[in-house]
T-cell receptor, first 117, second 115 residues
Framework: NAGVTQTPKFRILKIGQSMTLQCAQD?????MYWYRQDPGMGLKLIYY???????DKGEVPNGYNVSRSTTEDFPLRLELAAPSQTSVYFC????????????????FGEGSWLTVV | AQKITQTQPGMFVQEKEAVTLDCTYD???????LFWYKQPSSGEMIFLIY??????QNATEGRYSLNFQKARKSANLVISASQLGDSAMYFC????????????FGAGTRLTVKP
């Protein structure tokens, strides 16, 4: 099973450029998330989605945009990249029609390493 | 305000010994879930163990156990019989309330197992 797939795995961007990090899951999960992890730090929630057509901001949404046109895909867009956006980005998903606490394990992608220079 | 606090940036343990990684949390919800994840140097996040706020027993999964002290709002991870492969970053995380949609992570603890 593919699970959660992120592309690209590595990318170097120049200041001011834009790019999209792709995330796809094949588990029919409704809930999807984007996190960033700065060096030596924990994960911070950027945006999340509870289903197709619905997105919401997390802790650190500034400088990012998302869309959720299908259940499978949850791309993260960086507009006008800044050095502060140098980070590792993780996409994740959780299954189940109703998000209860028990048994809803979060599945992570392998991460996308982004450097803005 | 910080929802999840991991006060140990780094820990060392001798192979075959037990180690406890600390985690405290802050919530006013009665219903919440606590999770521990392992992140090896390869970067992937690996689910280890889950504890629900209404669970009366401490969760256990093989060599992992969660020391859940609800009144103190702590959810420490105990790894027994440490192995070299346990060297990694460990993250504590919490999801609040039934139907709440986001999960918050602590800053992590880097565990190094010495031979």
């Amino acid at each position: 099973n593919a699970g959660v797939t992120q592309t690209p795995k590595f990318r170097i961007l120049k200041i001011g450029q834009s790019m999209t990090l792709q995330c796809a899951q094949d588990m029919n999960h409704n809930y999807m998330y984007w996190y960033r992890q700065d060096p030596g730090m924990g994960l911070k929630l950027i945006y999340y989605s509870v289903g197709a057509g619905i997105t919401d901001k997390g802790e650190v949404p500034n400088g990012y945009n998302v869309s959720r046109s299908t259940t499978e895909d949850f791309p993260l867009r960086l507009e006008l990249a800044a050095p502060s956006q140098t980070s590792v980005y993780f996409c994740a998903s959780i299954g189940g029609q109703e998000l209860t606490l028990a048994g809803n394990t979060i599945y992570f992608g392998e991460g996308s390493w982004l450097t803005v220079v | 305000a910080q929802k999840i606090t991991q006060t140990q940036p780094g820990m060392f343990v001798q192979e075959k010994e037990a180690v406890t990684l600390d985690c405290t949390y802050d919530t006013s919800d009665q219903s919440y879930g606590l999770f521990w994840y392992k992140q090896p140097s390869s970067g992937e996040m690996i689910f280890l163990i889950y504890q629900g706020s209404y669970d009366e027993q401490n969760a256990t999964e093989g060599r992992y156990s969660l020391n859940f002290q609800k009144a103190r709002k702590s959810a420490n991870l105990v790894i027994s019989a440490s192995q070299l492969g346990d060297s990694a970053m460990y993250f504590c995380a919490m999801r609040e309330g039934v139907g709440n949609n986001d999960m918050r992570f602590g800053a992590g603890t880097r565990l190094t197992v010495k031979p």
